[in-house]
């Protein structure tokens, strides 16, 4: 079973408007933790934002806020205002605390969603 | 501060042949891993080193050995390149000591690699 889905191949937004990108993951483990990373077209993997699994509120950064719903197990991307230099690949990630041999240190990675902005 | 530095960032190599991609932090960071990328996939953990002296395989290993020659630098070897490895490498580090939020992970620049 994946542990990390991302329904959205690709999802189009005007400038300045909101956007959520989806992401869903399984575990087992009641500590993990969940990430988002952006990569452009250039390549490289940027991070964004962290949540906790025992996390109270919901994690921001800047126009980056993380929709937390633990009982969906779901951790959605907002970007709020959305700009042309926000067109880029966006991967959901997750770490379990409990990981043991070789999914220990692991970053469980979905497929992405390439998000467009257009003006 | 220059994060996560890898070497080099493109190589094209003929099979059988062989090369070793090199990354550094200058995080201080005690963890460090080795992933790749291929199109239409997130990326997959090949190798990785908790803290300086150890390693161990992740989720595809195989063609693959890695050295942690200190706390700084992780190197990823390829002994006798295949097709099967053409792909996107990317180096992370993350400081791992205490508390989840230290295993958020950093990541270099990329090599990317082709092999004929």
């Known amino acids: 079973a994946q542990k990390i889905t991302q329904t959205q191949p690709g999802m189009f937004v005007q400038e300045k408007e909101a956007v959520t990108l989806d992401c869903t993951y399984d575990t087992s483990d009641p500590s993990y933790g969940l990430f988002w990373y952006k990569q452009p077209s250039s390549g490289e993997m940027i991070f964004l934002i962290y949540?906790?699994?025992?996390?109270?509120q919901n994690a921001t950064e800047g126009r980056y806020s993380l929709n937390f719903q633990k009982a969906r197990k779901s951790a959605n991307l907002v970007i709020s205002a959305s700009q042309l230099g926000d067109s880029a690949m966006y991967f959901c990630?997750?770490?379990?605390?409990?990981?043991?041999?070789?999914?220990?240190?692991?970053?469980?990675f979905g497929r992405g969603t390439q998000l467009t902005v257009w003006p | 501060n220059a994060g996560v530095t890898q070497t080099p960032k493109f190589q094209v190599l003929k099979t059988g042949q062989s090369m070793t991609l090199q990354c550094a932090q200058d995080?201080?960071?005690?963890?460090m891993y080795w992933y790749r990328q291929d199109p239409g996939m997130g990326l997959r953990l090949i190798y990785y080193s908790a803290s300086e002296g150890t390693t161990d395989k992740g989720e595809v290993p195989n063609g693959y050995n890695v050295s942690r020659l200190n706390k700084r630098e992780f190197s990823l070897r390829l002994e006798s390149a295949a097709p099967s490895q053409t792909s996107v490498y990317f180096c992370a580090s993350s400081a791992a000591s205490g508390g989840i939020r230290w295993e958020t992970q950093y990541f270099g620049p990329g090599t990317r690699l082709l092999v004929l």
């Open positions: 995080m201080n960071h005690n963890s």
């Open positions: 990630a997750m770490r379990e605390i409990g990981g043991r041999g070789s999914t220990l240190g692991r970053l469980y």
């Open positions: 949540q906790g699994s025992y996390d109270q």
